[in-house]
């Protein structure tokens, strides 16, 4: 790319709704999202829920003159269903499976099983670098109770820092995906100030879509209203995000969703809205650095710092309700195994009495006795991996507790370096020891 041209990236992200045997339609609606992939309208196309890799392999050989390059990121017990198709070489990919997920007895509702994850795709568009991420994150299926919240701000925190320590030094960073949160979520709010990255529905010059920008809609045939719960029209919750670097500028030009049925089908393509956006990526002109901007820059950074440390005290203070409720499951689990070796062991002293009693025949119920006998080792084994999984659970929250303890205390003494906000002093310098602009969220 020349310094002075700028490249169109259309980028394309979609939750399929791909349970198989499940999801209503499911082989008629992946066929209607490959013929609409095949058009080739689309750059960089991100898909969520693809939980069967035989779909995968059907839309790569449907796509392979469209979307040449693609992958599939493997995870969990079903894989993490999420995927990527491109026109743009793929030169390196990794997957990075969250450390907490759900809960295994929750089978209805399946997360754990899935093996949640953010998946990174290494891209060249020209002579640029794009680091793409896919993710999905745990479902929020009680807004009012919702028990799953700490694991999903656990999830945030962790994408987060993924995607922060994996895109230093490249030019483009774009994420998709089915976030399962609302826009001022607490876990959306953190990730999006902690890495700097743009809503492509809050930053677009030019909408076409669903009211608000919703993905999830009132007027799809597969959406409840138990679902909505009491966002009677919507809510949103699948983003496009997207970042550029101190030398090159991205912006978004125009930005789009389907709103339910498709034109000339009976049904639509899953139970989200599709969401395309097109992205502008142009270099940025060097600019003199005045003290005038100086000085702002520096009064804009102070306030990112001190709304960032909010929002992580906020996110720790929801992590410390979880281990609470963890570390009480546990012991619930604990006592529970107590009472069942205790019932146990009574029960052997009565299977031992008929044979203490010498020269005395008694009645000896067998049946009965197994399955008692039955019933104690089916509740030891099960509280020994609640028991487990609630451990590993805890030193997954403690973690997260920890790292969200060492960044407040990190993100308050880079806030002491910076000055009270005041009228430009074109003699003022910067405190001792820190340079101008320490710390500057990337653009």
């Known amino acids: 790319m020349a310094n002075t ?69 493997k995870s969990g017990v079903i894989g993490s269903g999420l995927a990527i198709f491109s026109k743009y070489r ?26 949640k994850a953010v998946g990174l795709a290494v891209l060249s568009i020209g002579n640029l670098t794009a680091n793409v991420y896919v993710t999905h994150l745990h479902a929020e ?33 774009i994420v998709g995906g ?70 090159l500028g991205i912006s978004c030009d125009s930005m789009s969703t389907t709103k339910g049925s498709v034109p000339n089908h009976p049904f639509p393509y899953s139970d989200h809205e599709a969401l395309t956006a097109e992205l502008r990526l142009k270099p940025r002109p060097l600019t003199d650095a005045g003290g005038d901007n100086q000085s702002k820059t ?52 009565i299977a031992a009495v008929p044979w203490l009693a010498l020269g005395v025949e008694q009645p000896f119920p067998r049946t009965s006795f197994y399955l008692l006998a039955a019933l104690c080792f089916a509740i030891l084994l099960s509280t020994f991996l609640l028991y487990v999984f609630y451990t590993m659970e805890l030193k997954s929250l403690q973690g997260a507790e920890d790292q969200m303890r060492l960044a407040v205390g990190s993100l308050q003494e880079k806030l002491r370096g910076f000055p009270l906000a005041q009228p430009h002093d074109p003699q003022r310098k910067p405190p001792e020891g820190q340079e101008p602009n320490a710390y500057a969220p990337e653009e």
């Not at 902690?194 to 045939?221: M, Q, R, V, W």
């Not at 996110?315 to 069942?340: F, I, N, Q, S």
Request: overall charge negative.
């Open 178 to 247: 089915d976030l399962n949160m609302h826009p001022q979520d607490l876990g959306n709010r953190l990730l999006r100030t902690y890495t700097g990255l743009h809503d492509s529905y809050l930053e677009t010059t030019k909408f076409d879509g669903c009211e608000d920008g919703l993905t999830l809609i009132a007027d799809n045939p597969f959406i409840t209203e138990k679902e909505l719960g009491p966002f009677e029209k919507g809510i949103r919750i699948d983003y496009i995000l997207f970042k550029g670097s101190p030398k």
């Open 5 to 73: 041209d700028s490249v169109s990236v259309r980028v394309f992200s979609l939750n399929c709704w791909g349970i198989r045997y499940v999801s209503k339609h499911c082989p008629q609606r992946y066929a209607m999202i490959g013929d609409l992939l095949c058009k080739g309208e689309h750059d960089v196309v991100l898909l969520q829920e693809v939980w069967s890799e035989k779909d995968y392999l059907s839309l790569k050989k449907k796509l392979s003159c469209s979307h040449p390059h693609s992958h599939y990121f």
């Open 90 to 115: 793929i030169h390196d990919t990794f997957v990075y499976r969250y450390s907490l997920n759900g809960y295994p007895y929750m089978a209805h509702h399946g997360d754990w099983f899935g093996g």
């Open 141 to 173: 299926y009680c807004r009012d109770k919702d028990s799953y919240l700490p694991h999903r701000v656990v999830q945030a925190w962790e994408l987060q820092q993924f995607i922060r320590h994996t895109s230093a030094g490249v030019d483009v960073v």
């Open 298 to 349: 520096q009064d804009s950074n102070a306030e990112k710092l001190a709304e960032l440390v909010d929002i992580v005290t906020e996110a720790r203070t929801e992590v410390k309700v979880g281990l609470h409720c963890a570390e009480r499951m546990r012991y619930t689990a604990a006592r529970t195994g107590v009472m069942g070796l205790a019932l146990l062991i009574l029960e052997l002293a």
